[in-house]
């Protein structure tokens, strides 16, 4: 049995064909110069796309975000079941617009969106797009959400006291997501953490040990996300209070039916009131 091999020419109407050579013929135009191969590239494999593409999609919370599903398909009447999966694997149904998380149709049905109305960090995670094609193949196709936090201040208020010589922690409590980083400053100076043994930073402030009355001032807690660029700062007025101590006072010797005065002095921070109890 002769072998045949498909061979483009053009024929007489400079039209092209393809037409069948047996492997002697072939190889005497090829060496001609009169014959090439033929390679045929299949149509593309069915797959369905997401948009916005990407692995991952990020926004920040309370926005809102649409995730469309469209097969890219040689024949998208052959879709069945085009449908969304929420991270648990379960079908989403909902076509109420009233609803936190729903799903439309699109173009005659060929295009599925899946709607968050407003993004909580409880939907975060991975949402799976699936449809049957011509019956027999599955197309799958998933995407990542992530939700972001923008800096939020939790506990830093604008005002607080510490007590000189005791430690104290300056309340500055941040919640962001990505994870922000934190640095301080003093009047407008850098505080150096990494070099001093009187200040320990952590998630809820910045920690001063054996707090001196020189300790007092404008502190600026500053958080800076570099995923985002995000940057925030607070300044916290700290006030170091000096507890009250009575001065030593003189005895005062009082002559029956005459006037005397005892005087009471005081310090403290702030300045202390006094009262007499007989």
Not at 125 to 134: E, F, I, R
Not at 144 to 151: E, F, P, R, S, W
Request: proline letters at 7%; a positive charge; charged letters at 25%.
């Amino acid at each position: 049995m002769r072998k045949l091999i498909p061979v483009p020419v053009f024929d007489r109407n400079s039209k092209f064909k393809c037409v069948e050579l047996s492997k002697m013929w072939f190889w005497l135009l090829w060496a001609a110069g009169l014959a090439s191969l033929t390679v045929t590239f299949a149509a593309h494999a069915p797959r369905l796309q997401i948009q916005p593409e990407g692995a991952t999609i990020e926004k920040p919370v309370d926005s809102g975000l649409a995730l469309i599903c469209t097969p890219n398909v040689e024949n998208p009447n052959l879709i069945t079941q085009l449908e969304w999966r929420d991270p648990r694997n379960r079908r989403i149904d909902t076509t109420d617009s009233r609803a936190p998380l729903y799903i439309q149709r699109a173009f005659g049905e060929m295009t599925i969106v899946l709607i968050f109305s407003k993004l909580t960090e409880n939907f975060a995670g991975k949402y799976t797009c699936a449809a049957n094609y011509a019956t027999s193949e599955q197309l799958v196709a998933s995407t990542t959400v992530k939700t972001i936090i923008g800096i939020t201040w939790v506990n830093a208020p604008e005002s607080q006291y510490s007590t000189i010589g005791r430690d104290y922690k300056i309340k500055c409590e941040i919640k962001a997501n990505p994870e922000p980083i934190v640095n301080w400053l003093k009047d407008g100076e850098e505080i150096n953490v990494t070099n001093s043994n009187r200040y320990i930073t952590d998630q809820q402030g910045l920690l001063i040990k054996k707090v001196r009355e020189s300790d007092d001032g404008v502190y600026t807690c500053r958080a800076l996300v570099f995923k985002t660029g995000q940057i925030e700062t607070r300044n916290i007025r700290v006030e170091v209070q000096i507890p009250p101590q009575i001065k030593p006072m003189e005895p005062v010797e009082v002559v029956e039916g005459e006037e005397a005065s005892i005087i009471c002095n005081g310090i403290g921070k702030p300045p202390p009131a006094f009262k007499w109890i007989k």
